[in-house]
């Protein structure tokens, strides 16, 4: 609410508990150095969102190229509390068991702990996910048309039956996931896990999207 230089935010009615969208990665790390340097209460500047976990003060940085993680946070002379996952990191918290294959540990194809497609149903049922169903069933809705006035996002932990192999949620589908820029100066941002907008190859752990 307000004007530019007075803005005021309040979250949206009934979605405290939903992903935040409409974000680039920049935004995603400038909140990640906002928790690096100590998540400070009041007016902010460039020194609590701009370095930190990724320097974003730089001319590549402000031509839009993600920068690599720092390897030291300026701010703490220490290595950045808070960051990105890597692909590495976020691609075994979703797929990863040490269970499977006998116990010499393997991957699921999707993150709810299966490979078989998985269904689209709020509830507490295993293997759901919020994504359009092959019938072209939007999840929220259970209808195969959308309505503009909808909000398709559903809370974090809605399929509770449908956590991945270390207890997550939502790896898969409600909405696409930022990771780390590859961890080289001047890699692009990656996605992961698909949206409730996606189809069922976009959730599984063969699918990448570089941007």
Aim: aromatic letters at 14%; proline letters at 6%.
């Amino acid at each position: 609410d307000g004007t530019s230089g007075s803005f005021t935010y309040r979250v949206l009615s009934n979605s405290g508990d939903r992903p935040i969208t409409y974000v680039s990665w920049f935004d995603a790390a400038r909140f990640v150095n906002w928790m690096a340097n100590g998540q400070p209460v009041g007016g902010q500047s460039a020194a609590t969102t701009e370095n930190g976990a990724y320097d974003l003060t730089t001319s590549a940085a402000k031509a839009g190229i993600p920068p690599a993680r720092n390897a030291t946070n300026p701010a703490t002379g220490a290595a950045p509390t808070f960051f990105l996952p890597t692909e590495n990191q976020w691609y075994k918290a979703a797929y990863y068991s040490p269970a499977l294959r006998g116990g010499r540990g393997g991957y699921y194809r999707f993150a709810t702990r299966s490979s078989a497609e998985p269904g689209n149903e709020l509830g507490s049922a295993a293997n759901r996910v919020n994504y359009i169903a092959s019938d072209g069933r939007m999840t929220v809705t259970q209808d195969p048309f959308i309505d503009p006035a909808q909000n398709y996002l559903s809370n974090v932990g809605a399929m509770s039956g449908s956590w991945g192999p270390y207890g997550t949620f939502d790896q898969n589908g409600n909405a696409w996931e930022l990771l780390d820029a590859g961890g080289t100066r001047g890699g692009n941002a990656l996605l992961r896990g698909g949206a409730w907008t996606s189809f069922t190859s976009y959730l599984a752990s063969d699918y990448r999207l570089s941007v």
